[in-house]
Nanobody
Framework: QVQLVESGGGLVQAGGSLGLACAASGGPFSSYAVGWFRQGPGSEREFVAAISRDGGLKYEDSVRGRATISRDITKSTAYLVVNNLKPEDTAVYYC??????????????????WGQGTQVTVSS
């Protein structure tokens, strides 16, 4: 059973930056793909970014150029940094892992384990 714990959320002014971390335990982190998703008020959970076990990257169009996903295998932790934050980035951010580590899927159903989420609020 893989457990994921996100941290780093908070209140940020528009134009600022935020770094999120996702600490994993209970499985071979290096073999998984990791995805970040977000869910705004009244919205469905949407894809933000993903990194495969081999370092392949994928970003949603709305954050491409502003976001960076990375991972530290030695710490079993994945990261998401978003710069130039906008009010529309306000959401609960979730990390997830996919046992099929070669994928960088945009699909919620392709991920097997999820964290509890961390709130990010961007004020205008």
């Amino acid at each position: 059973q893989v457990q994921l714990v996100e941290s780093g959320g908070g209140l940020v002014q528009a134009g600022g930056s935020l770094g999120l971390a996702c600490a994993a335990s209970g499985g071979p982190f290096s073999s998984y793909a990791v995805g970040w998703f977000r869910q705004g008020p009244g919205s469905e959970r949407e894809f933000v970014a993903a990194i495969s076990r081999d370092g392949g990257l994928k970003y949603e169009d709305s954050v491409r150029g502003r976001a960076t996903i990375s991972r530290d295998i030695t710490k079993s932790t994945a990261y998401l940094v978003v710069n130039n934050l906008k009010p529309e980035d306000t959401a609960v951010y979730y990390c997830a892992v996919a046992l099929e580590g070669w994928r960088t899927s945009r699909m919620v159903n392709d991920y097997d384990y999820w964290g509890q989420g961390t709130q990010v609020t961007v004020s205008s």
